[in-house]
């Protein structure tokens, strides 16, 4: 990125936005006209970014944190639709779309957020059609990864899609690695489409593919035990376990 840089962001945050594929290559100029503010929100765990029917368009980059979308049915319940985290862009279809939020967005970690004027961005994108192709880039990512995470909850069992939620934390997909689970238990489970429960008794199936659990930490002493189990059909996997 080229240009004077006037947003306060960390030297690791601006390698995270020449990631993202929004705004990945644009001047760090047009970046901060698009901020709208220089400091990015500093979020408690349980604040609420936007909520469902908001008329306000701003598109939010996640810098840090978690942050969880969700919609509320008639009778109150609510339905996690997407978790996001770092690299993750918030708001990208509510701006296209213009009928309101289509979910409400709350952390469930400390979080910081970078946060684009949703107007601002539209003028951008009627100037220079290139960055509407990167808004669509963006959308698709969020598509193939949601659509990925469908695919996980309809085949797998339980312990099938915990172990592929552990593995999703492993930096390397062989070898050991120790990990701490992200946010809390009750909010993973509804992620993976099951009650807190199953997601315990999940991780205790698991130990016998090597899997420690102490509390939030998590120690598996071989990730490649998980990727088979992963590409095991639900018949066999336990077999002689």
């Known amino acids: 990125m080229l240009g004077r840089r006037t947003i306060q962001l960390e030297p690791e945050e601006w390698v995270l936005l020449g990631s993202i594929p929004l705004v990945c290559g644009l001047p760090d100029t047009l970046i901060s006209r698009l901020a709208k503010e ?6 408690e765990k349980g604040t609420v970014l936007f909520q469902q029917g908001q008329t306000e368009t701003d598109v939010h ?7 969880k979308l969700f919609r509320t049915g ?29 979910t409400c967005a709350e952390t469930i970690t400390h ?11 539209a003028s ?11 808004m669509a880039a963006s959308l698709s990512v969020q598509v193939q990864y949601l659509t990925k995470h469908l ?24 070898g050991a690695c120790s990990i701490s689970l992200p946010y809390e238990k009750a909010v993973i489970a509804e992620w993976l489409g099951m009650k807190p429960a199953s997601f315990s008794r999940a991780l205790a199936r ?7 659990v102490d509390r939030e930490s998590i120690l598996i ?14 018949d066999e996997k336990f077999h002689g376990c």
Request: overall charge neutral.
């Open 74 to 102: 008639e009778t109150g319940t609510e339905t996690i639709i997407r978790i996001a985290g770092a690299g993750d862009v918030l708001g990208e279809a509510d701006l296209l779309l213009g009928e309101g939020r289509q």
């Open 151 to 174: 695919e996980n909850i309809k085949l797998f069992d339980a312990p099938q899609r915990t172990a592929r939620f552990l593995l999703d934390l492993c930096p390397e997909q062989t």
């Open 124 to 134: 951008q994108m009627r100037r220079d059609p290139v960055l509407g192709l990167r």
């Open 206 to 212: 698991l130990r016998g593919f090597g899997v420690t």
């Open 61 to 67: 980059v996640v810098l840090s944190g978690w942050i």
């Open 221 to 234: 002493s071989d990730t490649k035990r998980l990727v088979d189990l992963t590409h095991t059909s639900t």
């Open 38 to 43: 220089q400091v990015p929100l500093r979020l």
């Open 111 to 121: 979080a910081r957020v970078l946060s684009l004027d949703g107007q601002k961005l």
